[in-house]
Protein backbone atom coordinates (compact mmCIF):
# COMPACT_ATOMS: atom_id res chain seq x y z
CA UNK A 1 0.00 0.00 0.00
CA UNK A 2 1.75 3.17 -1.21
CA UNK A 3 2.11 5.49 1.85
CA UNK A 4 -0.42 8.75 1.99
CA UNK A 5 1.19 11.85 0.86
CA UNK A 6 2.48 14.17 3.46
CA UNK A 7 0.18 17.79 3.89
CA UNK A 8 1.97 21.06 5.31
CA UNK A 9 0.15 24.36 5.67
CA UNK A 10 2.13 27.32 6.63
CA UNK A 11 2.14 30.51 7.83
CA UNK A 12 -0.01 30.03 11.04
CA UNK A 13 -0.30 33.00 13.07
CA UNK A 14 -3.25 33.15 14.96
CA UNK A 15 -4.77 31.19 17.84
CA UNK A 16 -7.51 29.93 15.35
CA UNK A 17 -4.94 29.14 12.97
CA UNK A 18 -4.03 26.91 15.47
CA UNK A 19 -7.66 25.58 15.92
CA UNK A 20 -8.54 25.10 12.36
CA UNK A 21 -5.03 22.75 11.74
CA UNK A 22 -6.08 20.86 15.19
CA UNK A 23 -9.54 19.83 13.85
CA UNK A 24 -7.98 19.20 10.37
CA UNK A 25 -4.45 17.43 11.62
CA UNK A 26 -2.00 18.13 8.33
CA UNK A 27 1.11 16.39 9.21
CA UNK A 28 2.97 19.41 9.67
CA UNK A 29 2.49 23.15 10.05
CA UNK A 30 5.10 26.17 9.55
CA UNK A 31 5.86 29.35 11.23
CA UNK A 32 7.07 31.85 9.46
CA UNK A 33 9.98 33.52 11.75
CA UNK A 34 12.22 34.74 8.57
CA UNK A 35 12.31 38.68 8.44
CA UNK A 36 10.26 40.90 6.47
CA UNK A 37 7.29 39.04 5.47
CA UNK A 38 3.34 39.60 6.09
CA UNK A 39 3.33 36.16 7.80
CA UNK A 40 6.10 36.73 10.11
CA UNK A 41 5.74 36.10 13.55
CA UNK A 42 8.16 36.33 16.88
CA UNK A 43 9.90 33.04 18.48
CA UNK A 44 7.83 34.13 21.61
CA UNK A 45 4.65 33.95 19.41
CA UNK A 46 5.25 30.61 17.98
CA UNK A 47 5.97 29.60 21.00
CA UNK A 48 2.47 30.42 22.63
CA UNK A 49 1.45 28.73 18.81
CA UNK A 50 3.10 25.33 19.74
CA UNK A 51 1.84 25.23 22.78
CA UNK A 52 -1.41 24.94 21.78
CA UNK A 53 -0.89 22.86 18.77
CA UNK A 54 -1.90 19.40 19.08
CA UNK A 55 1.46 17.46 19.41
CA UNK A 56 0.93 14.79 16.65
CA UNK A 57 1.79 17.64 14.27
CA UNK A 58 5.37 18.87 13.24
CA UNK A 59 6.12 22.11 13.60
CA UNK A 60 8.55 23.49 11.23
CA UNK A 61 10.38 27.21 11.79
CA UNK A 62 10.83 29.02 8.18
CA UNK A 63 13.84 31.01 8.02
CA UNK A 64 15.56 33.36 5.56
CA UNK A 65 19.51 33.42 5.86
CA UNK A 66 19.41 33.50 9.35
CA UNK A 67 21.87 32.84 11.64
CA UNK A 68 22.51 29.15 11.91
CA UNK A 69 23.57 29.29 15.96
CA UNK A 70 19.91 31.32 16.51
CA UNK A 71 18.24 28.43 14.29
CA UNK A 72 19.79 25.57 16.19
CA UNK A 73 18.29 27.60 20.04
CA UNK A 74 14.89 27.56 18.72
CA UNK A 75 15.28 23.73 17.44
CA UNK A 76 17.20 23.12 20.80
CA UNK A 77 13.99 24.66 23.56
CA UNK A 78 11.70 22.63 21.88
CA UNK A 79 9.56 25.27 19.89
CA UNK A 80 10.30 23.72 16.49
CA UNK A 81 10.91 20.34 15.16
CA UNK A 82 12.16 21.10 11.58
CA UNK A 83 14.14 24.56 10.22
CA UNK A 84 13.20 24.79 6.90
CA UNK A 85 15.98 27.20 4.62
CA UNK A 86 14.28 29.37 2.04
CA UNK A 87 17.11 31.58 1.57
CA UNK A 88 20.35 30.52 0.29
CA UNK A 89 21.76 28.73 3.14
CA UNK A 90 24.15 26.20 1.31
CA UNK A 91 25.83 22.88 1.99
CA UNK A 92 28.26 24.92 4.35
CA UNK A 93 25.34 26.47 6.51
CA UNK A 94 23.26 23.33 6.69
CA UNK A 95 26.40 21.39 8.30
CA UNK A 96 26.82 24.23 10.80
CA UNK A 97 23.59 23.79 11.71
CA UNK A 98 23.82 20.49 12.47
CA UNK A 99 26.95 21.09 14.29
CA UNK A 100 24.93 23.83 16.39
CA UNK A 101 22.40 21.20 16.85
CA UNK A 102 24.60 18.71 17.92
CA UNK A 103 26.36 21.32 20.66
CA UNK A 104 23.63 22.53 22.27
CA UNK A 105 21.86 18.43 22.29
CA UNK A 106 19.17 18.41 19.88
CA UNK A 107 18.14 16.77 16.51
CA UNK A 108 18.39 19.10 13.55
CA UNK A 109 15.95 18.01 11.32
CA UNK A 110 16.12 20.50 8.00
CA UNK A 111 14.01 20.97 5.25
CA UNK A 112 15.57 23.09 2.02
CA UNK A 113 13.78 24.65 -0.01
CA UNK A 114 14.11 25.33 -3.53
CA UNK A 115 12.76 28.06 -6.23
CA UNK A 116 12.16 26.28 -9.09
CA UNK A 117 12.33 27.58 -12.85
CA UNK A 118 14.33 25.39 -14.60
CA UNK A 119 15.41 21.99 -14.33
CA UNK A 120 19.18 23.10 -13.41
CA UNK A 121 17.61 24.15 -10.39
CA UNK A 122 16.35 20.55 -9.51
CA UNK A 123 20.03 19.24 -10.47
CA UNK A 124 21.31 21.72 -8.24
CA UNK A 125 19.52 20.62 -5.33
CA UNK A 126 19.85 16.91 -5.78
CA UNK A 127 22.21 15.91 -3.68
CA UNK A 128 21.59 18.93 -0.71
CA UNK A 129 22.63 17.38 2.78
CA UNK A 130 19.07 18.66 3.56
CA UNK A 131 16.65 15.71 4.93
CA UNK A 132 14.15 17.19 2.72
CA UNK A 133 13.30 19.26 -0.02
CA UNK A 134 10.48 21.92 -0.62
CA UNK A 135 10.01 23.04 -4.50
CA UNK A 136 8.34 26.02 -4.93
CA UNK A 137 7.82 28.40 -7.46
CA UNK A 138 10.16 31.02 -8.09
CA UNK A 139 9.88 34.60 -6.61
CA UNK A 140 11.89 36.66 -4.36
CA UNK A 141 8.84 36.65 -2.37
CA UNK A 142 7.67 33.33 -1.79
CA UNK A 143 8.25 32.62 1.87
CA UNK A 144 5.12 31.43 3.15
CA UNK A 145 3.58 30.40 -0.01
CA UNK A 146 4.15 31.87 -3.64
CA UNK A 147 0.68 31.06 -4.75
CA UNK A 148 2.04 30.36 -8.03
CA UNK A 149 1.95 26.86 -9.73
CA UNK A 150 5.52 25.74 -12.13
CA UNK A 151 6.13 23.43 -14.71
CA UNK A 152 5.92 20.09 -12.87
CA UNK A 153 7.82 18.29 -15.38
CA UNK A 154 10.82 19.97 -14.29
CA UNK A 155 11.11 17.51 -11.45
CA UNK A 156 9.92 14.44 -13.04
CA UNK A 157 13.60 12.59 -12.22
CA UNK A 158 14.01 13.58 -8.85
CA UNK A 159 14.82 10.58 -6.97
CA UNK A 160 14.43 12.17 -3.83
CA UNK A 161 11.35 13.33 -1.41
CA UNK A 162 10.17 16.24 -1.48
CA UNK A 163 7.45 18.84 -0.58
CA UNK A 164 5.40 20.62 -3.30
CA UNK A 165 4.85 24.04 -2.82
CA UNK A 166 3.33 27.01 -5.12
CA UNK A 167 0.06 27.85 -5.72
CA UNK A 168 -1.93 24.59 -4.64
CA UNK A 169 -5.13 24.10 -3.38
CA UNK A 170 -8.19 22.05 -3.06
CA UNK A 171 -8.41 22.32 -6.70
CA UNK A 172 -5.38 21.20 -8.11
CA UNK A 173 -3.66 19.04 -5.06
CA UNK A 174 -4.98 15.80 -6.36
CA UNK A 175 -3.45 16.82 -10.04
CA UNK A 176 -0.61 17.33 -8.50
CA UNK A 177 0.29 14.30 -6.35
CA UNK A 178 -1.01 12.32 -9.77
CA UNK A 179 1.49 13.86 -11.72
CA UNK A 180 4.38 14.08 -9.38
CA UNK A 181 4.16 11.78 -6.55
CA UNK A 182 5.23 14.07 -3.80
CA UNK A 183 6.36 12.73 -0.38
CA UNK A 184 4.07 16.08 0.65
CA UNK A 185 2.19 19.04 -0.73
CA UNK A 186 2.58 22.60 1.12
CA UNK A 187 -0.20 24.81 1.04
CA UNK A 188 -0.30 29.00 2.36
CA UNK A 189 -1.78 31.53 0.21
CA UNK A 190 -4.46 29.57 -1.21
CA UNK A 191 -5.99 28.61 1.98
CA UNK A 192 -6.51 32.08 2.99
CA UNK A 193 -9.38 34.48 3.09
CA UNK A 194 -8.53 38.16 2.51
CA UNK A 195 -5.19 37.00 4.12
CA UNK A 196 -5.87 34.93 7.04
CA UNK A 197 -6.75 30.86 7.50
CA UNK A 198 -10.07 29.91 6.29
CA UNK A 199 -11.38 26.89 8.37
CA UNK A 200 -13.42 26.06 5.28
CA UNK A 201 -10.33 26.45 2.72
CA UNK A 202 -8.29 24.18 5.28
CA UNK A 203 -10.56 21.59 5.08
CA UNK A 204 -11.42 20.98 1.70
CA UNK A 205 -7.88 21.08 0.71
CA UNK A 206 -7.13 18.09 3.69
CA UNK A 207 -10.13 16.17 2.33
CA UNK A 208 -8.82 16.04 -1.36
CA UNK A 209 -4.96 15.43 -0.47
CA UNK A 210 -6.31 12.71 1.92
CA UNK A 211 -8.45 11.21 -0.78
CA UNK A 212 -11.92 12.56 0.74
CA UNK A 213 -12.85 14.63 -2.04
Not at 7 to 20: A, E, H, N, S, T
Not at 127 to 135: F, G, I, N, Q, V
Not at 198 to 207: N, T
Request: glycine letters at 8%; charged letters at 25%; one cysteine or more.
Amino acid sequence: MAEKTKIKICGLRRQQDVDYVNRWKPDFIGFILAEGFRRQITPEQAAKLADRLNPQIQRVGVFVNQPAEWVAGLLAVGILDWAQLHGEEDAEYIHSLRENCRDKGCEARIIQAVRVHSAENIIQAKDSPADLLLLDAWSAKSVGGSGETFDWSLIQNLRRPFLLAGGLGADNAAEAIRCVHPYGVDASSSLETEGNKDPVKIQRFVEVVRGGG
